[in-house]
């Protein structure tokens, strides 16, 4: 899953720091590897979209697809600072609670009706209706007063100071001339069938299959070189695999054994560039914390020391990444080391259990509690490797301290919108994309609790609360890492999530794929300059 706010920063193979890179070949236009129009890029994804509308949706196939076709008013650059992208420029007043953006003239949608302030100013009240079932409404609440008082500037205050004001508005741009008569745009035929003003224009959905977009001529930055981006959803990483070597995609996230073992050879290097970096993310252990077994923390606690963190990290990524002890990645100034930390230890989960009431009394070696056996069913997405094979290492790990755990693998769809968004589950596995932005309010408030809203746990503790607040209402760097320390500190002592691990990402591209220059904010950051040389095309249906 994936936070809005992610949506500006870079198409789907997100966040690189300190990987290859393979460099345009210098020449004019027609030289041997000169940058050219034409060809397609076929992708490799193991969930389908959801949904086109950013607002609507919180799943990152369905967060990649839209950045194709929409646009927000900032972005992040390649070193990750705020730069304009449907505004032009911005100024924030010194007490941080009015900003006034400049917007781009001569930008149009891709049905030709131009893009205005009226475009945006219907954003912000769509954001912020209860019509709109969104779960990223809060920081839009945060506007006291929005204005556009001609159509090319548009105001926005706040009545306190906002720390993630600027960023927030990465948010995609939608169509008042297209939505205004959809009191609910989830249920608008845009969230089928976009039309944005980004550089890929949509062409066709099917479902469970694929999505195909094709360039914009239009486009404000100027014709991205690739002429087609197809995303062919394929829910085995194995097929997947295949698929990529036989031609049939040309990028994929690869599974560590992938990485490590199966692309090894002359001939794979000579036709792809592998990629290899810490991602902005990580994976989880998440309860359903109303349920009777989670709602005690000793539990929580219990299950932290019952699991064996560094064998997923050797057995399941093959050492490609870091044991997670929070929600912000190890490096970052908000990342908090120094929390509390759950060594395996098997007879410290069977103490805290039996102190919590759990015991084996008719010694079938699984724990009961007034009459009902410690037994529940674990959740994850069907297609993901690592996650099934970090399922069944938990599965044993539980299993030797005396609790029983199935495994149920589902669907993407139906996994986040039947049991994530409806609360039918007893506890999941699943990962979050970390924002640059560092407020989580929407994850962590008890606010936000609601249907199809990110705190579906139901974690509540009034300190964190509070804390949520005070980071997001000063711009002040030690006063929001105080702030974030702190909610950290809570988080390991709660265990609302058992946070397992930071992966690394392993994205691989076709050689034939040009311009990929991975920079601290990803290397898509650019996708737009991306191009094959004339003679390599391979997609010639598609040049003009």
Known sequence: MKIARMAAVALVLALVAGCSKEKADPGGAGAP????????????????????????????????????????????????????ELAESWEVTPDGKRITFHLRKGVRWHDGEPFTSDDVLFTYRRLIDPNTPTAYAEDFRQVTRASNPDPHTFVVEYGKPFAPALASWGMHILPKHLL??????SRSPLNKKPVGTGPFRFVEW??????????????????????????????????????????????????????TRQTETEEFRTSFNKYRYLSFGYTYLGFRLSHPFFSDKRVRQAFAH??????????????????????????????????????????????????????????????????????????????????????????????????????????????????????????????????????????????????????????RNAE???????????????????????IQEILAEEQPYVFLYYPDALPVVHKRIHGVEPAPAGISYNFIKWYVPEAQQRYTTFQK
């Open 33 to 84: 590897g000169a940058p050219a129009y034409g060809d397609a890029i076929v992708d490799g994804s193991i969930g389908d979209v959801s949904g086109f509308l950013t607002a609507v949706t919180s799943d990152s196939a369905s967060h990649g697809a839209a950045n194709y076709v929409f646009n927000g008013l900032v972005r992040y650059d390649k070193d990750l600072k705020l730069e304009g």
């Open 464 to 486: 964190v609360d509070r804390l949520l607040e005070e980071g997001r209402r000063t711009f002040d760097m030690e006063g929001r890492k105080k702030a974030y320390f702190r």
């Open 206 to 259: 099917k479902t469970g299959e694929k999505t195909v977009f094709e360039a914009n001529p239009d486009y404000f930055e100027g014709r991205p070189y690739l002429s087609r981006v197809v995303t062919r959803v394929i829910p085995d990483p194995a097929t997947m695999f295949l698929e990529l070597k036989s031609g049939g995609i040309d990028m994929m996230g690869l599974t560590p054994l992938q990485y």
């Open 306 to 459: 019952a699991i064996n963190k560094k064998d997923i990290i050797d057995g399941v990524l093959f050492g490609f990444g870091q044991e997670a002890t929070g929600p912000y990645k190890p490096g970052t100034w908000v990342h908090n080391p120094d929390v509390r930390r759950y060594p395996f230890d098997p007879e410290k989960a069977r103490a805290l259990l039996a102190e919590a009431g759990w015991t084996d009394a008719d010694g079938d070696g699984v724990l009961e509690k007034g009459g009902r056996t410690f037994a529940f069913t674990v959740l994850t997405n069907a297609g993901n490797e690592s996650r099934a094979k970090t399922a069944a290492i938990l599965q044993q790990n539980l299993a030797a301290v005396g609790v029983r755990m199935e495994i149920r693998t589902l669907e993407w769809a139906a996994f986040i919108n039947e049991f994530v968004d409806k609360r039918k589950f007893d506890a999941v596995i699943l990962g979050w994309s970390i924002t640059q932005d560092p407020d989580q309010y929407d994850i962590w408030s008890s606010q936000k609790t609601g249907p199809k809203e990110l705190n579906f746990v139901g974690f």
């Open 180 to 185: 205004e008569k959809h009191p609910d745009i």
